[in-house]
């Protein structure tokens, strides 16, 4: 008999040596490699190896517990994941740091460097598909039962680089070495049809029926990707589908010579998860995304009901062993796919299926930015999805009936509320669709939760007000604390303790260390190295040098006009002409970094990257101000990329315009690490502002009423630009063409936007941002005074971790409940050695 203990020793015991010779094994007998030959990426992969072993076993124990229980868990459909490299975060999930930095050392080997070899997988866009993954993260932590659905988008977010001052985009291989966290599933495949037509017919029962005949069917295949929780034995799975098609070749084709066509549906059936979209708050309604969004959902939903069939076959329980989320409405259309299989496929009537649906789902919204919002034009829905356009309808038609009897007469309404925008063709609108099947609703900081419900989605508010909640973001502390600032994640434990790793308001304690002036000189002295850290890699990826003693200024965030990067750079040359202007200027010593891509079709945010570039080879190269500027881009800003400049920062800068950003999640990310914040009243900004208290905090610009207000009067940029003779400076510096070598034309249509229209009010909100970052300045040059407003930031953000959010929706939303996992000791092992059965 085998018993687990030896099983343990043999392939996933946490010892020096038992690691060792994991890893000695994976090299030779996974790899196929000796030391000769073997390369940094082969012992990267060995080491990946020996780690998903010890994963895969607390996995399977995950599984089998859920499976006996039949726990009730949350079904996260997401089309976007940012997980960032897995191996550091098993590593510390696991806590066998220090036997696997031994066992390395002992082979003459760097665990940081083979971590270095890691590509991440960059399925996402930015703050969203970051979230859904620290939510993942929290959710194992939490011990919550859950799968994560998503695209296995065999091209991810593009990398970029900069060449001649521009953005160039290059394909994302990530696949492209293999990859050895996933596990195929090529038995969990499912069918999903496109196009077609529908039949009504009458069952054997004398019911009314509906059958859906597309005219091309893909298959799509699991991908699971083993999820850790922090050191406990749960781990969850991200479960993300990769298109196939269903025949490998069409044999009448190919044996009639038609080589061509053979291949074509093949083709064709697999680019449906070939590529990830790259436009990030702009909505384009191409076919293939919405039979991306579509391949998915479906993916999920049926795989659901698969997984709860395993256990009945009668679907009237589903909601209390389900719940589904929706991470935006990219994933919507799985209301209709979810009526559409309990009706055509389980033959239950439209009612008690609405019901089912209506208790199973969940909306998360993500943005307000109304070129965001999803609506698909009736006339490419339909004929990709025939089918679900009738059930669309028809939820339409019985949504509307409600809303009329609510409001007789109130015509102007239901045509507001109504799923079918009839104002700009006829359109289906993703969010309505959304709420109309959502028991919960929510939004991601109190304001935005607050302008969904009076703004954007105020007639549904005022029709079912309880639907309607917050659940401000959070983000994970292992990744973006212990992982990004090692040194500072160790001062903190040594000092209060390891508690706040997975109760990060433990944080708190830290508070009465603030006026310690030993503690701070230690928060100092970590600060530094976390800066020298950043400084080496502005040198190696940007070129430039910068003094880790000056102020450390930082915007990482994709580029956006909502964002305001120009905001930032229109004030580096403001102070640059300043300086030149007048030498003896004591201004402390500032390094601004920028860092996050541009959609590839958004000129604008193109030309914002250019500008950065042209302004920071004028200033880098002007001896009169090298002591006391510098600007650099750091190009690919993704998870693995992020984390040094969040443990470097100093100054984060969150400026967007006032009700533009939903919530924000850097903001959270770069005040824990300690850096203060230069922000609006925007998003999350409002909630850490109050955590960290005011007075932590460097407040600028116009209130979202204020700039409500300034929209609906006359607003005249220009007039800020004659009233401001620094804007006016920075403004004709551009314009004249000091930053693009006397070209006057380089810059004009960022300057033309700003002056003409400025719809994001960066001119309205210039003088009051300049005037935030001369107090930045004059706090900055007292030590004590930013050391003490620092720590206080870390000690005081414990509540925007991702656990703490997690635990919103688990008791407010989904009613999801912790399941310890068994361990498999706990469970006997059958006479043939199959350990765990029964
Ligand atoms: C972001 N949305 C919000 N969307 O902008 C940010 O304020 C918030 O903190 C974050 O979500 C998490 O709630 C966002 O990142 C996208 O990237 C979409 C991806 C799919 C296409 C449309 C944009």
Redesign the pocket.
Known sequence: MVNTSHRQTCRTANDVTSIRQSFLESLYFVQARFPEVATRNDYYLALAWTVRDRLLRRWVDTAATYYRHASRSVCYLS??YLPGPHLANAILSLDIDRPVREALAGLGLDLDELCAQEPEPGL??????R?AACFVDSMATLQIPGIAHGIRYEFGIFEQSVRHGRQVELADKWLRLGNPWEIARPEITHEIGFGGYTEHYTDARGRQRVRWLPGQVVKGMAYDTPIPGYRVPTVNLLRLWSAQACEVFDFQAFNVGDYERAVEQKVASETISKVL?P?????QGQRLRLEQQYFFASCAMQDMIRLYRQHTDCMDELAEKFTVQLN?T?PAVAVAELMRLLMDVYAMAWEPAWVLVRKLVSFTN??LLPE?LETWSVELFGSVLPRHLEIIYEINRRFLERVRRTWPGDEARVARMSLIDESRGRRIRMAHLACVASHKING?AELHSRLLRERVLGDFYQLDPSRFTNVT?GVTPRRFLALASPDLAQLITDTIGDGWLRDLERLRALEGWADNSDFRAAWRRVKLGNKRRLADEIQRRAGVSVDPNSLFDIQAKRLHEYKRQHLNILHIISRYLRLRDNPGLALPPRSWVFSGKAAPGYHLAKLMIELIEAVARVINHDAAVADSMRIAFLPNFNVKNALVIYAGADLSEQISTAGK?????GNMKFALNGALTIGTLD??NIEIRRAVDPSNFFTFGKTEAEVNSLRLTAYEPRACYEADSDLRAAIDAVADGLFSAGDKDRFRPLLNSLLLQDEYFVMADFAAYKACQQEVDRVWNDTDAWTRMSILNTARCGCFSSDRAVSEYCAHIWRVEPVQVEHPAERPVDKRGFYGTR
Do not use: M, P
Request: hydrophobic letters at 30%; glycine letters at 20%; aromatic letters at 6%.
């Open positions: 089309a976007e996402g866009n930015g703050g969203l598909g979230l979209y436009n990030d708050q702009a909505f935006d990219h993500h943005t965001a991601v973001n950003e939903a919530s924000g999640t998003g999350a």
